[in-house]
C-alpha cells in the first residue's frame, strides 16, 4: 500500500495554516475554528495518520462505511460526526454510534436520535441543518422555520443542540459566500436571544474556508482538502 503519510501530513498543515491565517485575517482567536476532517470513501490506514498528526474529529456520510471504520478503528479514541442525510430509518445507528450529528433538518429525526441515544452515553450532540440558499436539492430546514423546530430539539432529553450547519450554493464570488453564512449567523444570533444556549456554526468546505470563519465558522468540514482525492467507489 502506498505510504500516506507524508501526503496527507502536507495537506493537514497547509489546511491548519490557512485555518489560523483566516482566523488572523478576521479578528478571530486564534484556534477558534476546528477542523471537521471528512474522511468518507477514505481508507482506514487514512484516518490512522491523520489521528497520529492529531486530528481527532472525523466525519462520514454513510453509516455502513462509519460502522466498517468504527469497527475497525475501536483501539483509537476518535470523535466520530456524522454530517450526511439521515432517514428516519437509520437514527439508530448515528444515535448509537456517533458523537455528532450535524444534519438535523426534522423533528422526527431529531426524536428518534433522543429515544433511540443509549442512556449510558453522553446526549449527543448535534446541529440543525439550515438550507439558506433555498436550494430545493439540498436538505435543511427553511429559515423562517428554525426557531420553532430548535426550540424543540433543545427540549429533548438525549440531545444537546450545540447549534446551526448549512451547505450553502456553490459560488465563486467571496461576497455571495460570506452573504450565505453571515444568514446563519444572524440565525444563530437570534435562537441566543431567545435564551438557546448554542456555540457552534458547522460550515465551510474547502472552496469557501475564509468566509466562512469571516462570518464566525467554529467548525469547518473539510475531506479532500486533508486526505486527497477520494478513490474511486468499487463496483
Not at 490557512?18 to 478576521?26: G, I, K, M, P, S
Not at 446563519?184 to 435562537?191: K, S
Request: proline share 4%; aromatic share 4%; glycine share 6%.
Amino acid at each position: 500500500m502506498t505510504d500516506l503519510s507524508e501526503p496527507i501530513a502536507t495537506r493537514l498543515d497547509a489546511v491548519r495554516q490557512r485555518l489560523r491565517a483566516a482566523e488572523a485575517q478576521y479578528g478571530r482567536q486564534p484556534g477558534s475554528v476546528a477542523l471537521l476532517a471528512v474522511s468518507k470513501r477514505q481508507p482506514v490506514d487514512a484516518i490512522r495518520v491523520a489521528l497520529r498528526l492529531g486530528q481527532q474529529a472525523f466525519g462520514e456520510n454513510y453509516l455502513q462505511e462509519a460502522e466498517e471504520k468504527r469497527a475497525q478503528l475501536a483501539d483509537e479514541t476518535i470523535e466520530w460526526h456524522f454530517v450526511g442525510a439521515l432517514q428516519s430509518n437509520k437514527t439508530r445507528a448515528a444515535a448509537e454510534g456517533f458523537d455528532w450529528v450535524h444534519a438535523v433538518d426534522r423533528l422526527k429525526i431529531a426524536r428518534r436520535l433522543s429515544e433511540q441515544r443509549p442512556q449510558h452515553l453522553a446526549p449527543l450532540q448535534c446541529c440543525i441543518q439550515v438550507n439558506v440558499s433555498g436550494e430545493a436539492s439540498k436538505a435543511g430546514v427553511e429559515p423562517d422555520a428554525v426557531s420553532e423546530l430548535a426550540h424543540a430539539v433543545a427540549a429533548l432529553p438525549g440531545l444537546r443542540l450545540r447549534g446551526l450547519m448549512t451547505l450553502p450554493e456553490a459560488v465563486e464570488s467571496f461576497a455571495e459566500q460570506r452573504s450565505a453564512f453571515r444568514q446563519l449567523r444572524v440565525l444563530q444570533e437570534q435562537l441566543i436571544d431567545e435564551g438557546l444556549t448554542l456555540d457552534t456554526l458547522s460550515m465551510g468546505m474547502s472552496n469557501d474556508l475564509e468566509a466562512a470563519v469571516a462570518e464566525g465558522a467554529t467548525l469547518v468540514r473539510l475531506g479532500t482538502a486533508v486526505f486527497g482525492p477520494r478513490p474511486e467507489k468499487s463496483s
